[in-house]
């Protein structure tokens, strides 16, 4: 079992039994993000991908909040903070989303605004009962941002999507799991646990076609069915030319025995 830890100000960055944890520390904001931590979080997403004791990523926060959002005394610099901080997001959003590894969200509490995107740039999410989900700009007169316009409908739909940012309403972990945007919801006190646990289980499997699979998926988001399955065909195709692949076959079919 291999563990390392290392802790800035705003945010912690842990590897244990392969998997990444990226917890946010600002848990008396609530984790809001302010410069610091985006700048951090950047740099931490980017390490994780090229972290080779890494093979999954586990995104979570200190104290009761998973991410509040955007720490809104940026917001009164007007466009010009826009302009600022959009590389750095992009870094933070794409770098999930891409990742060529699994990434989770560990939904400890609030997830809004740039928060509920962080978690929705994650290939799978995991929450407590009393987490929800809050696409808030709609109460200080800004439309949507985090890639929220576009990741939203995708998994719930246009009407739903806008629902949640034309209200800016809560949507309680119960509901966001009916609706698809959550995994599963589980104790307060087994979040974490659990987690661990099914996040070392993927640690182990075939790192390359888990990769493979998730870009199968990102991009069929963009394409027809036929060209999805035609990308399909190209990635086992390299897949299959692997050692990993020819090992794990290998000892499959001498199971089978």
């Known amino acids: ?33 302010n410069a610091e931590l985006r700048a951090a979080l950047a740099e931490a997403v980017r390490r994780a991908e090229r972290d080779s004791q890494a093979r999954v990523v586990v995104l979570i926060g200190s104290g009761e909040a998973f991410c509040a959002g955007a720490d809104v005394v940026e917001f009164q610099e007007g466009a010009s903070a826009a302009e600022r901080i959009r590389g750095e997001y992009e870094s933070i959003l794409l770098g999930l989303h891409e990742m060529p590894k699994p990434t989770i969200a560990a939904l400890n509490g609030v997830a809004a605004g740039i928060g509920m995107s962080m978690a929705l740039c994650c290939d799978l999410r995991y929450a407590i009962s009393s987490a929800y989900l809050r696409e808030a700009f709609v109460h200080i007169g800004l439309t949507v941002d985090g890639g929220a316009s576009w990741l939203l409908p995708r998994l719930i739909g246009a009407g739903k999507a806008l629902e949640l940012m034309y209200t800016g309403d809560d949507l309680p972990a119960e509901e966001a799991e009916r609706l698809g945007l959550i995994n599963r919801i589980l104790p307060a006190d087994h979040l974490e646990s659990y987690v661990a646990d099914l996040a070392a289980r993927l640690a182990t499997g075939p790192t390359q076609a888990l990769a493979a699979m998730k870009r199968s998926v990102n991009h069929a988001a963009s394409t027809t069915l036929e060209e999805a399955i035609d990308f399909e065909f190209l990635l086992q195709g390299v897949m299959m030319e692997s050692d990993q692949f020819r090992q794990r076959v290998r000892a499959f079919v001498e199971r089978r025995r």
Request: net charge neutral; proline share 3%.
């Open 1 to 33: 079992m291999s563990e390392r830890t290392e802790t800035q100000a705003v945010l912690e960055y842990e590897v244990k039994d392969g998997v990444a944890w990226l917890r946010l520390n600002r848990p008396e904001k609530r984790n809001a993000v």
